[in-house]
T-cell receptor
Framework: GENVEQHPSTLSVQEGDSAVIKCTYS??????FPWYKQELGKRPQLIID?????GEKKDQRIAVTLNKTAKHFSLHITETQPEDSAVYFC???????????FGTGTRLKVLA | NAGVTQTPKFRILKIGQSMTLQCAQD?????MYWYRQDPGMGLKLIYY???????DKGEVPNGYNVSRSTTEDFPLRLELAAPSQTSVYFC????????????FGSGTRLTVV
């Protein structure tokens, strides 16, 4: 069935370093890939998304890359700051469907 | 424009009690969802709706019911609460289908004792 694998489950980086979170999806019809950030005790919030007609998208310190051939996409955070500490969820979906397939989440800790 | 509003924020129920979690959105979104999130875990889909009058089950619907009489409102009903329903419940909406970002409500933290 449809599946999204997310790695790593936890990630610790020093402040100022880069962080990379990777997701692999199973359904080749998937064409929309959002990333959500969930701070402790808060709601998930969309931070960046990418559609299958684009290979890379950037927004300040965050970027997402997509490799459709390999069916994986990654979140890149540069110059990490303590406020980047949160759980990050990837997801995959395709047009006309009712839901995402969420990844299992990555807990990012940025050490000051 | 308030986005997605959930009430209450916190609730403690006794085993066997019932309650309704409220969710309302003011963005004229067609698709609405209910998720639950157990501590330290991911999001599990309970029910979803693609428009007024249309609802369907997600991954974990047992013990819950929903209705969608208007575009704006999507209440979740818990009947005969059980400790296994202790969780944080998030409502979300999206304009048309899952090819768009979700807007989540702030959540309802439910404890069943």
């Amino acid at each position: 069935g449809e599946n999204v694998e997310q790695h790593p489950s936890t990630l610790s980086v020093q402040e100022g370093d880069s962080a990379v979170i990777k997701c692999t999806y199973s359904d080749s019809a998937s064409n929309y890939f959002p990333w959500y950030k969930q701070e402790l005790g808060k709601r998930p919030q969309l931070i960046i998304d990418i559609r299958s007609n684009v290979g890379e998208k950037k927004d300040q310190r965050i970027a997402v890359t997509l490799n459709k051939t390999a069916k994986h996409f990654s979140l890149h955070i540069t110059e990490t700051q303590p406020e980047d500490s949160a759980v990050y969820f990837c997801a995959a979906s395709y047009s006309g469907t009712y839901k995402y397939i969420f990844g299992t989440g990555t807990r990012l800790k940025v050490l000051a | 424009n308030a986005g997605v509003t959930q009430t209450p924020k916190f609730r403690i129920l006794k085993i066997g009690q019932s309650m309704t979690l409220q969710c309302a959105q003011d963005m004229n979104h067609n698709y609405m969802y209910w998720y639950r999130q157990d501590p330290g875990m991911g999001l599990k889909l309970i029910y979803y709706s693609v428009g007024a009058g249309i609802t369907d089950k997600g991954e974990v619907p047992n013990g819950y019911n929903v209705s969608r009489s208007t575009t704006e409102d999507f209440p979740l009903r818990l009947e005969l609460a059980a400790p296994s329903q202790t969780s944080v419940y998030f409502c979300a909406s999206t304009p048309r289908d899952s090819n768009y970002g979700y807007t989540f409500g702030s959540g309802t933290r439910l404890t069943v004792v």
